[in-house]
């Protein structure tokens, strides 16, 4: 009968607790501001990519591809070189993408990006040619099928070109505008602006080698300038963190015609798909 009553005794204690932390908002609600603002970061990230039997390439020329990920949107990949590797991707429709690939053996990802089907995943390792050019010749040839159970699969996660984490500065300052914010509309509105306002345009940086294609959110958060991918990948890994479907489009700038450009294309529930470019905003 002890028993029972002793049982009864620490239920209500426990149901009590719990009803206290929901009347206080949570445990988080009791951390200090910064505190809860890395937790609401930390929580945004809803996909973070991972591998399923990758090791880091250690040896030179060692590469391998992990095609496990296509009902995700993604595949992962390593390469360890002293020459430049690209990746050639050719997607189900025969559209090439061609990425840059860290050739120090880090895990690196890339998206699915053309829908569902059979992808060919192609490693190229840069040579030299008879004359002295540039020349890329082939090192792995793989496949993935991609079966996303939605298109927006590949534009949600971090990859090797919009990169970030939980730990992220551009994640923290999104969980920061964004808090208590649920319409994505007014979320993409205050990361446009948030962009806007921290950046400023460099052209010089377009003519910087170490610059490369891959960009680093948060580097170009703290650097406070940059080109139009600059600001591109910038708005996208902050609103991915967030939960809003963002692709990164390359084309030519309406204001400007002949001019390459990139910006924002990102997905609401209300609105579609629909074009944000913080570059010209």
Same mark, same amino acid.
């Given at each position: 009968?002890?028993?029972?009553?002793?049982?009864?005794?620490?239920?209500?204690?426990?149901?009590?607790?719990?009803?206290?932390?929901?009347?206080?908002?949570?445990?988080?609600?009791?951390?200090?501001?910064?505190?809860?603002?890395?937790?609401?970061?930390?929580?945004?990230?809803?996909?973070?990519?991972?591998?399923?039997?990758?090791?880091? =390439?250690?040896?030179?020329?060692?590469?391998?591809?992990?095609?496990?990920?296509g009902s995700e949107g993604y595949i992962?990949?390593?390469?360890?070189?002293?020459?430049?590797?690209?990746?050639?991707?050719?997607?189900?429709?025969?559209?090439?993408?061609?990425?840059?690939?860290?050739?120090?053996?880090?895990?690196?990802?890339?998206?699915?990006?053309?829908?569902?089907?059979?992808?060919?995943?192609?490693?190229?390792?840069?040579?030299?040619?008879?004359?002295?050019?540039?020349?890329?010749?082939?090192?792995?040839?793989?496949?993935?099928?991609? =079966?996303?159970?939605?298109?927006?699969?590949?534009?949600?996660?971090?990859?090797?070109?919009?990169?970030?984490? $939980?730990y992220s500065e551009c994640v923290r300052?999104? =969980?920061?505008?964004?808090?208590?914010?649920?319409?994505?509309?007014?979320?993409?509105?205050?990361? $446009?602006?948030?962009?806007?306002?921290?950046?400023?345009?460099?052209?010089?940086?377009?003519?910087?080698?170490?610059?490369?294609?891959?960009?680093?959110?948060?580097?170009?958060?703290?650097? $406070?300038? $940059?080109?139009?991918?600059?600001?591109?990948?910038?708005?996208?890994?902050?609103?991915?963190?967030?939960?809003?479907?963002?692709?990164?489009?390359?084309?030519?700038?309406?204001?400007?015609?002949?001019?390459?450009?990139?910006?924002?294309?990102?997905?609401?529930?209300?609105?579609?798909?629909?074009?944000?470019?913080?570059?010209?905003?």
């Amino acid at each position: 009968m002890n028993k029972k009553r002793s049982a009864i005794l620490s239920g209500w204690i426990t149901l009590c607790v719990l009803c206290a932390l929901y009347i206080s908002g949570g445990p988080e609600a009791n951390l200090p501001e910064g505190d809860q603002l890395r937790a609401a970061s930390v929580s945004a990230i809803r996909y973070l990519p991972v591998y399923s039997y990758l090791t880091r =390439a250690e040896a030179y020329n060692s590469y391998a591809v992990d095609t496990a990920h296509g009902s995700e949107g993604y595949i992962a990949l390593t390469a360890k070189s002293s020459e430049p590797i690209k990746l050639k991707l050719i997607s189900p429709g025969g559209v090439e993408r061609i990425y840059n690939v860290p050739s120090t053996g880090e895990v690196a990802y890339y998206p699915l990006s053309d829908g569902n089907g059979l992808y060919s995943v192609q490693l190229l390792r840069r040579t030299e040619g008879a004359d002295g050019s540039d020349l890329y010749s082939r090192v792995l040839l793989e496949s993935c099928e991609a =079966a996303l159970p939605d298109e927006f699969q590949p534009y949600m996660r971090p990859s090797t070109y919009v990169w970030f984490t $939980g730990y992220s500065e551009c994640v923290r300052e999104a =969980a920061r505008l964004c808090a208590g914010e649920s319409d994505d509309n007014v979320k993409a509105s205050l990361i $446009g602006r948030y962009v806007c306002d921290k950046l400023r345009y460099d052209s010089s940086l377009s003519y910087r080698e170490d610059q490369g294609f891959i960009r680093d959110p948060d580097a170009i958060l703290a650097r $406070g300038t $940059g080109t139009c991918l600059d600001y591109a990948v910038l708005s996208a890994a902050m609103l991915r963190s967030q939960g809003i479907p963002t692709k990164v489009v390359y084309g030519e700038a309406r204001q400007a015609t002949g001019s390459s450009h990139a910006w924002n294309m990102v997905y609401s529930s209300s609105r579609g798909w629909f074009r944000l470019d913080t570059t010209f905003a």
